[in-house]
């Protein structure tokens, strides 16, 4: 799996928002320690970067906030809303014998519109800006860690329960406008056993069943990740650092508050990080198909649901 096809599918849903949700979040994962492999391309084995190892901790968190809502015959929203939302991740890197970023800053912030076409489609539309660098000194941000951000998504909505969609994404990664491919899938099965698959910020797919009205426990599968715009050797260059998590995740509703506690035990699958040059050809290189390899994952969280 490439690392450059994961950055790619994050921007192409950068901003993105839930726009039927008025909710605060804030979560913190622990990444265990792993080693540090390259995968070359082709049928050669996978090779091992001498002591290389590492581990991160990330604090992530949002708030999204509808500005107006109109629901049609269909229960259909029109929607304007804003959303809000940042992430640090701490790499703890040992033995690396080259340069290697150790922490990430990610602060966005963005517009977004949904509504109805007709009674089969709707259209969901975003625009935002964001602030992607290898430290948290205010005062080195520059304009190169600047990144702008706008898409358009067609719905539709398949049954009561599914709804896929597709659009573009424009944002201006590699120093200039480029246009990415944006996928919205959202699917879910309804009932004391709930199954769910989301494709709208980063990936979520779970399986989770009701215990009652305040535990629901769920195995989950997610991919989220932070990136950094950067100079590296006198060129612009992007540092990518993704995860595939999967594992256990109960969700407790603390009474009446809309406060609901989140936690989350398993695996990290792979963990790609790694530098590429700030251009098309160096996005989908070869080369920089870096990677720690599986490791222990540990997430707590927790969400509040601001129209209570």
Same mark, same amino acid.
């Given at each position: 799996?490439?690392?450059?096809?994961?950055?790619?599918?994050?921007?192409?849903?950068? =901003?993105?928002?839930?726009?039927? &949700?008025?909710?605060?979040?804030?979560?913190?994962?622990?990444?265990?320690?792993?080693?540090?492999?390259?995968?070359?391309?082709?049928?050669?084995?996978?090779?091992?970067?001498?002591?290389?190892? !590492?581990?991160?901790?990330?604090?992530?968190? &949002?708030?999204?906030?509808?500005?107006s809502t109109r629901l049609n015959e269909h229960n259909r929203p029109t929607a304007?809303?804003? *959303?809000?939302?940042?992430?640090?991740?701490?790499?703890?890197? +040992?033995?690396?014998?080259?340069?290697?970023?150790?922490?990430?800053?990610?602060?966005?912030?963005?517009?977004?519109?949904?509504?109805?076409?007709? +009674?089969? $489609?709707?259209?969901?539309?975003?625009? #935002?800006? *964001?602030?992607?660098?290898?430290?948290?000194?205010?005062?080195?941000? #520059?304009?190169?860690?600047?990144?702008?951000?706008? *898409?358009?998504?067609?719905?539709?909505?398949?049954?009561?329960? =599914?709804?896929?969609?597709? #659009?573009?994404?424009?944002?201006?990664?590699?120093?200039?406008?480029?246009?990415?491919?944006?996928?919205?899938?959202? $699917?879910?099965?309804?009932?004391?056993?709930?199954?769910?698959?989301?494709?709208?910020?980063?990936?979520?797919? &779970?399986?989770?069943?009701?215990?009652?009205?305040?535990?629901? @426990?769920?195995?989950?599968?997610?991919?989220?990740?932070?990136?950094?715009?950067?100079?590296?050797?006198?060129?612009?260059?992007?540092?990518?650092?993704?995860?595939?998590?999967?594992?256990?995740?109960?969700?407790?509703?603390?009474?009446?508050? !809309? @406060?609901?506690?989140?936690?989350?035990? #398993?695996?990290?699958?792979?963990?790609?990080?790694?530098?590429?040059?700030?251009?098309?050809?160096g996005m989908f290189a070869s080369n920089n198909d870096y990677y720690f390899s599986?490791?222990?994952?540990?997430?707590?969280?927790?969400?509040?649901?601001?129209?209570?």
């Open positions: 799996m490439k690392s450059a096809s994961l950055f790619a599918t994050m921007l192409g849903t950068l =901003l993105c928002l839930k726009a039927n &949700a008025q909710q605060a979040s804030f979560k913190t994962e622990f990444i265990g320690n792993s080693g540090y492999w390259f995968l070359p391309s082709g049928d050669k084995p996978k090779e091992k970067i001498g002591d290389s190892k !590492g581990s991160s901790i990330v604090y992530q968190g &949002a708030v999204n906030i509808p500005l304007w809303g804003v *959303g809000f939302s940042g992430a640090y991740a701490y790499l703890n890197n +040992e033995h690396f014998a080259g340069e290697m970023v150790s922490e990430i800053m990610n602060l966005q912030a963005g517009i977004y519109h949904l509504r109805p076409l007709n +009674e089969k $489609w709707s259209l969901r539309a975003s625009v #935002g800006i *964001g602030v992607f660098t290898p430290s948290t000194d205010f005062s080195n941000i #520059g304009f190169k860690n600047v990144l702008g951000s706008a *898409g358009v998504v067609f719905i539709r909505h398949l049954k009561p329960n =599914l709804s896929i969609g597709g #659009g573009l994404a424009l944002n201006s990664s590699l120093g200039y406008p480029m246009v990415f491919p944006a996928v919205y899938v959202n $699917w879910k099965r309804h009932g004391k056993f709930n199954v769910s698959a989301e494709l709208i910020d980063g990936l979520d797919v &779970a399986a989770s069943y009701k215990l009652n009205d305040h535990l629901k @426990l769920s195995w989950v599968l997610e991919m989220n990740g932070q990136v950094a715009l950067l100079e590296k050797e006198g060129k612009d260059v992007i540092f990518s650092h993704q995860y595939i998590v999967t594992g256990l995740r109960p969700e407790v509703k603390l009474g009446k508050t !809309g @406060l609901t506690a989140t936690a989350m035990v #398993g695996l990290n699958l792979y963990r790609p990080a790694a530098y590429s040059d700030r251009t098309l050809k599986a490791s222990p994952y540990a997430s707590i969280g927790l969400k509040w649901d601001l129209k209570r």
